[in-house]
């Protein structure tokens, strides 16, 4: 059966839909892949009558459309959906959105895919070819003559090697640039490949979506999963061949060094043996690294394999926020640790920490002991200010609605992204000065400075007399956060609308380049030689 495949997302990676695209077409399906990407700073613009006339094209004969979206391009896809449905053409949305919100979801689309969906979507289109009853496959939501069927999810996959490798004949798919419909060309990558290795994430932060899948697969599956070293290299090989203009991988796992040693051991010796010689790209969640010896052996194991760039989430330096609101147990002590251990390779690795700011459950004082921690992180590395979002169905989202934080859809501050500084500030009302302060220091941290501010004025800034002059007058943080909002606008509207159209070989010179201190950082080049060259 002919099926399209149409992915609403900003960034053509796309992971999930590749791969049940590689599912389907192991079975025997046509699929055709088409990307429809829109500008990421308005997610309420949906598709012109022009572009839709292009898809209308492209669908013809389908038996089958499948639509994904996150949350934030759900408005770009109920467009579509509401569209091809009144065709009489089925249509299935999946992705975050319908994970996380299926009921909302279900009042937009007659067939909603909830989960992880390879199994239930070669379900679908088998039965919808053979004309088989399709009301009972599980993850489904589906209405059909009038009458609805909330089916529940079957359980994960538990062996991830069983999954086709993502679809990436970009030779056979379409994308959306300047509204006209053109062949998938490998500089729409950016130069760069995001991969999971692994599903799920043992931890529960409260601020975080993972709750909501951990409460969805309860019973069925509390597993991390996580591909064979194997699979892994067999993929990015498999991309670096077909990819020349690729320059880094990004392992975007929730907590790369979470998985045992010898998984680290042999991928590192095969990475290196296989000759890929491509840079690597991960986050990690420093309550997996606690065990000093052995994250340290992680470490060295990856950048040995050429990891470049790690990120760490930190989000608090009071011990009371962490353990109290995001729910995540680690200490100031245990993160400084795990900071000493990275920096032991700071010739080699960029560190990137994760903290949370404008969070109104915050005193005085945790702000403060965000910013000493701050402070106190061995340079150099990059200081990553992220302002909370109270994603909805997350515990932190449901107490902030119970304690009278959340009054309106407005105050989740879900429609302005992460680094509207002030315009979180503003929404968010407490603590604007400390908030603002945090905020100013994002940015390389080195011996001299954090982000914007020198390492001298952070201390006057919090020290006891600034701190209860600025919190008694507020002109002069209202003066300086209308500043920052005019910077940050022009960052959203003219930066990065400008960085987007830059070639692969720009963004990959970027990417290697933002994140380092102005310390000198010796260039990290991995020794292996790379084939293809
Ligand atoms: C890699 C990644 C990115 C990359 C690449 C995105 C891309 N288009 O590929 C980048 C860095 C660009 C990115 C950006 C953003 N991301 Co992001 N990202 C991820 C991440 C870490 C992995 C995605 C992935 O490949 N997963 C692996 C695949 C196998 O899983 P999957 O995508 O869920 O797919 C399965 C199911 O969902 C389902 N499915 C998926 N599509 C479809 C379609 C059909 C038809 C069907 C039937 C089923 C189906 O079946 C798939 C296979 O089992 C996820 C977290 C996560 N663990 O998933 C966040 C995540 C998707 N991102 C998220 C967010 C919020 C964003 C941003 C908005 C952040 C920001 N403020 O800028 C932007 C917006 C991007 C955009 N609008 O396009 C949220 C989405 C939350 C939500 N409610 O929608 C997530 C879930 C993280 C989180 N927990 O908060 N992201
Ligand atoms: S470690 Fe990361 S992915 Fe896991 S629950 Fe916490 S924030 Fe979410």
Known sequence: MKITLLSTSTHPSDQGLRTLSACLKREGHQVKMVFLPLQENDYSSTYSPEIVEQIDKVIEGSGLIGIGAMSSTSTRAIHLIKHYESKG?????????????????????????????????????????????????ANLYIRLNNQEYKNPVRSPVNDLDELAHPDYDIEE????????????????????????????????CSFCTNNI??????????????????????????????????????????????????????????????????????????????????SEEKIKLLVDAGLTDIIIGIQSGSDKLNFEVYNRFITKKQLLKTAQVLNK??????????????????????????????????????????NLIFFEGTPLYKRALQDGHIKSETDTAEML???????????????????????????????????????????????????????????????????VQVLDYMRENLAKPIYRKASPEFKQWYDKRRYKSSIKVKEHNIQIENPNQ
Request: net charge positive.
């Open 213 to 294: 899948l951990r409460d969805l697969y309860k019973g069925k599956s509390d597993r991390l999963r996580t591909h064979s070293v194997n699979y892994v290299i067999e993929e990015l090989s498999r991309m670096q061949k077909k990819f020349p203009s690729i320059g880094a991988f990004d392992l975007r796992d929730e907590t790369f060094t979470i998985r045992n040693i010898e998984w680290i051991r042999e991928f590192s010796q095969k990475y290196i043996a296989s000759k890929i010689g491509i840079r690597l790209k991960c986050l990690a969640e420093p309550a997996s690294m606690a065990a000093e010896q052995i």
């Open 417 to 483: 992204n992460y680094w509207d500084r002030w315009q979180h500030i503003k929404l968010k009302k407490k603590n604007p000065y400390l908030n603002l302060v945090l905020n100013l220091m994002r940015g390389v941290a080195t011996t001299k400075r954090i982000g914007l501010l020198p390492r001298k004025t952070i201390k006057k800034l919090i020290s006891d007399s600034t701190l209860q002059f600025n919190l008694k007058h507020e002109l002069p943080t209202y003066t300086v956060g209308s500043m």
């Open 173 to 204: 798919q379409l994308i959306l640039e300047n509204g006209k419909l053109i062949p998938f060309e490998e500089r729409f990558l950016a130069g760069i490949i995001y991969f999971q290795t692994e599903r799920g994430c043992p931890q529960a």
């Open 345 to 386: 390779f700071k010739d080699k690795l960029t560190v990137m920490y994760d903290v949370i700011s404008c969070n109104p459950y915050e005193s005085t004082q945790d702000i403060i002991d965000t910013i000493q921690l701050v402070l106190e992180l061995p340079p150099p590395y990059f200081l990553s200010v992220n």
């Open 89 to 137: 053409i089925p249509v299935v949305w999946g992705g975050p959105a319908p994970t996380f919100f299926p009921e909302k979801c279900f009042q937009n689309c007659n067939i909603v895919a909830v989960g992880e969906c390879e199994h239930s979507l070669m379900e679908l289109a088998k039965k919808l070819e053979t004309k088989e009853d399709i009301s009972t496959i």
